[in-house]
Structure formats: C-alpha cells, structure tokens
C-alpha cells in the first residue's frame, strides 16, 4: 500500500536514512514501496531525549531508522526501559511500556515510536512539562 506525504512548504523528513528537505512550494509525495520515513515533527535530537521517556523513544527511532533492533542502540533500549519501567505504578503505562517492547522485538519500530508517544504524554502530565516545551 503507498505511503502519501503532503509536505509543507521547507519540511524535512527522512526518507530511510536520508534528510529531506521540500522547496519552497508545498508538494505531495507518494512512497510506491516499504520504507523508513520520519517527519520532521517526529524526529528527535539526542539532545532534546531528556527525560526518561525521551530516553525511550531516541533509540527506538534509531532502530526504526537503521531497520534492526541489535547493538549499543538496542541495549540502550533495554537499559532506559528497565528503569522507566522500575519507576512506574500505573498498570496501564506498564502495559504500553510492555507492548512498546513488544513491537521492538517484532520489528515493529513505527508501531514501538507511536506508542512511545504515549508514555511521553503520560509523563508531561506527571511533570508538568508543556507542549510548547517538549517536541512533538
């Protein structure tokens, strides 16, 4: 099934592992295969992964982005996880945070980054990080 990106005028994305950048004219883009894509909106810095649910979602993108779960970048995955979820009590963000590795394991790393979506709005809640604050 296609993938079709209607971009704004400047947007980045990258396009398996490539940046992109559109003119300056607002475009729309149709994927005819599978491949890794991430909006500028999506992307994070490793710097802006801050807090531990950041810590989460950067090496998931990275997986997403390099297509496999193995090495530095999925042991940081391991580690980040394990503690986030040492420090929760909420049954049901534990229960993302297991369906977040669970997608990780199957592959499922698009999936893995919504989802961790999730636990980066659970805990803005908590600290009361603000939108404009955070990225995405």
Do not use: W
């Not at 992109?20 to 894509?37: P, Y």
């Amino acid at each position: 099934m296609p993938l079709k990106l209607s971009l704004k005028p400047g947007e980045k994305f990258v396009l398996n592992g490539a940046v992109v950048e559109n003119g300056d004219r607002r475009a729309t883009l149709v994927l005819q295969n599978k491949a890794s894509v991430l909006r500028e909106k999506d992307i994070m810095q490793e710097h802006e992964a801050d807090s531990p649910a950041r810590r989460i979602y950067f090496p998931v993108m990275m997986m997403y982005l390099e297509g496999r779960a193995e090495g530095a970048v999925y042991d940081q995955f391991v580690l980040r996880m394990t503690e986030f979820m040492n420090a929760l009590t909420n049954p049901e963000v534990l229960a993302d945070c297991v369906s977040v590795s669970r997608d990780v394991m199957a592959g499922d790393f698009y999936k893995a980054l919504i989802r961790c979506r999730k636990l980066i709005t659970y805990e803005d809640q908590r600290t009361g990080r603000t939108p404009a604050a955070a990225k995405g």
